[in-house]
């Protein structure tokens, strides 16, 4: 493996490295207000949601790596206290990289970039009409993170009043993930669009205790066919069956049989791994290790 010592290489290098590890990111694109009244809108992808009581967004500014200088966002929070986080869908996605573009504070990146400032409710911020979703948020603190150039500055955003598109809900009133397509970053000039075929359900009861890898029969857990995140959905289980219930499960399976006789029987696991059959599943798991 290639070993990084973050004090031996140059920062520009290591911020790289650290993009394309820690990646996809969710962007905030924030919308601030100067003390004179010139709006300015920038994407962030150092951002997550940190507490949902408070409702505590944290995104950071960090400092140029190349002149060690600060942008027009940090110094509006510094100033007024207030942002609006819009989220990146896939329609804005190019508009929002245009707005990354460094111009002058003087110039309003709403125009820059074609979008349109909706007058927030509760802070001076204007939202982003075209984001599916906009937070309005108060500025609870600032941490500076460091004085050298890439050093972040925390801003903590405590929202105040959110927006959501009913255009994105689910009929249960549930944001759906693909009517929302949003997008992530990740390293260099290289993003993700969460929707479609990349997105996932990963359903994980963590009240109910798994037996875990250590409680899978040796022989499937070193399987050579069987993958880590299918052994996984085994390890979820509470309990394996017993041989007599394994048995009880199958019936007479043909395909049982015939994966005895090929000595497949790890490959049918898998089969029914795939299809979503995890009671049969760990029933073969038992008989393919008694």
Do not use: W
């Not at 982003?128 to 903590?156: D, R």
């Not at 009043?161 to 290289?190: A, C, N, Q, V, W």
Request: net charge negative.
């Amino acid at each position: 493996m290639l070993t990084i010592d973050p004090t031996q290489i140059p920062t520009k290098d290591l911020h790289q490295y650290i993009l394309g590890a820690v990646a996809p990111r969710p962007i905030a694109f924030a919308s601030t207000i100067s003390t004179d009244g010139v709006p300015n809108l920038a994407p962030y992808s150092f951002f997550n949601a940190f507490s949902s009581n408070p409702p505590l967004l944290i995104f950071s500014s960090n400092r140029r790596v190349a002149n060690n200088t600060t942008k027009d966002t940090l110094k509006n929070c510094e100033e007024t206290g207030e942002v609006v986080i819009n989220v990146v869908s896939y329609e804005i996605s190019r508009p929002m990289a245009l707005a990354s573009i460094e111009y002058g504070a003087e110039v309003d990146e709403f125009k820059k970039a074609g979008f349109t400032p909706l007058p927030s409710e509760r802070i001076k911020p204007f939202r982003v009409a075209e984001s599916p979703v906009q937070m309005e948020c108060v500025v609870e603190k600032i941490m500076p993170l460091g004085e050298g150039g890439g050093a972040g500055n925390l801003i903590f955003c405590r929202i105040v009043l959110m927006h959501i598109s009913e255009s994105i809900l689910s009929p249960t009133g549930r944001i759906d993930p693909h009517k929302i397509d949003l997008m992530g970053r990740m390293g260099r000039f290289y993003y993700a669009r969460a929707s479609g075929d990349a997105v996932m359900e990963i359903v994980q009861e963590v009240t109910r205790i798994g037996i875990g890898f250590d409680g899978l029969p040796e022989s499937v857990r070193h399987s050579p066919v069987l993958t880590g995140n299918q052994l996984a959905q085994l390890a979820a289980l509470t309990a394996l069956p017993t041989p007599a219930e394994a048995l009880e499960t199958l019936g007479n399976d043909p395909l049982l049989a015939k994966a005895r006789a090929e000595g497949s029987m790890h490959q049918y696991i898998r089969t029914l791994l795939d299809q979503h059959d995890i009671a049969r599943a760990a029933a073969v798991a038992v008989l393919a290790s008694s």
